[in-house]
């Protein structure tokens, strides 16, 4: 992997149409983008100032495995086009080694498609509440960070920029994408999370739970994009330390947010800066879930 970080993206001859929390991308003709993959870190919605070196080359690598793993459940956004049909000039190129793909253009649903393992975050705080998750009744009496009797689909809107994504009942989404597709993006989360949490429990990983996204082409049909099953997008536990009552670490920058939740900061832009030492860890986090999922 690269050894410079990379924090934000302007290329030439290019044109940036979204910057968002960790991704740059790019217009690459009518029908495709590029996706550039930073090393950006957010934290409570505020990006921090410090990039963690290496975070994009392992999320886009982590994403690549799984696109190319899961095409037996669903279509994916990938074009397979080389980054030198797009970038042609070998200083950016390099730059982007690892960290950039050519995707297809599609209608992104309007809804974060998070399917549940384990019971832990907001649907422990829900599940305390009412007895379930997104109106879905659970058995009375689980325990924090304990396995689901299945995996439940619990969906969210996507938020405006700065804020929270709001947890969905079933029905609400069919009233946002309609019900045959709402059913359709139900159960296709539903398999690539089985299939991916048998996958990593192989390695000494539990996916606790994680978000999906999807789009339709022009033909309706339903494609999995953006980023999938990475520890930005996804709650990894090392199953070795796993014990059910007690929230376990994460493989992703949680020791970041337990760091800032130390310091006076109202959590609002700008974020503090990182001690070195802390942006070390967490980048060797990132990697460990790279090694330990490709292995």
């Not at 003709?29 to 996706?35: F, R, S, T």
């Not at 886009?60 to 980054?83: A, C, D, K, M, Y």
């Not at 009375?140 to 700065?162: D, M, N, S, V, W």
Request: aromatic share 8%; with cysteine.
């Amino acid at each position: 992997m690269n050894a410079q970080a990379v924090y934000r993206t302007s290329l030439r001859g290019l044109e940036k149409i979204h910057e968002g929390k960790v991704r740059d991308i790019y217009a690459a003709g009518p029908d495709a983008m590029l996706i550039v993959t930073t090393d950006r870190l957010s934290a409570f919605d505020v990006i921090l100032p410090e990039p963690i070196p290496g975070k994009g080359q392992v999320l886009n690598q982590i994403s690549q495995f799984w696109f190319e793993r899961t095409r037996h459940i669903v279509p994916n956004h990938l074009t397979g086009r080389p980054l030198e049909s797009l970038v042609t000039d070998p200083a950016e190129r390099a730059m982007l080694e690892g960290r950039a793909v050519i995707v297809r253009r599609l209608r992104a649903l309007p809804i974060e498609a998070v399917v549940r393992g384990y019971l832990i975050g907001s649907g422990w705080k829900d599940y305390q509440k009412t007895g379930g998750i997104c109106g879905i009744s659970l058995p009375a009496g689980l325990a924090l960070a304990e396995r689901l009797p299945a995996p439940i689909f619990t969906p969210a809107t996507k938020a405006a920029a700065g804020q929270h994504d709001e947890n969905i009942s079933f029905s609400q989404t069919e009233q946002l994408i309609g019900a045959d597709l709402a059913a359709k993006v139900r159960d296709t989360a539903i398999s690539i999370y089985r299939f991916a949490a048998a996958h990593a429990l192989a390695r000494g990983i539990i996916i606790a739970d994680t978000k999906f996204e999807f789009g339709v082409d022009e033909h309706g049909t339903l494609t999995l994009i953006d980023e999938v099953l990475t520890p930005d997008s996804s709650r990894f536990w090392p199953a070795d330390t796993y014990r059910v009552g007690q929230s376990p670490p994460s493989f992703d920058k949680q020791i970041v947010r337990d760091y800032l939740e130390t310091l006076d900061w109202n959590k609002r832009a700008p974020g503090p800066h990182l001690p070195p030492e802390l942006i070390a860890r967490t980048s060797e986090k990132y990697r460990e879930a790279l090694e330990r999922l490709t292995r």
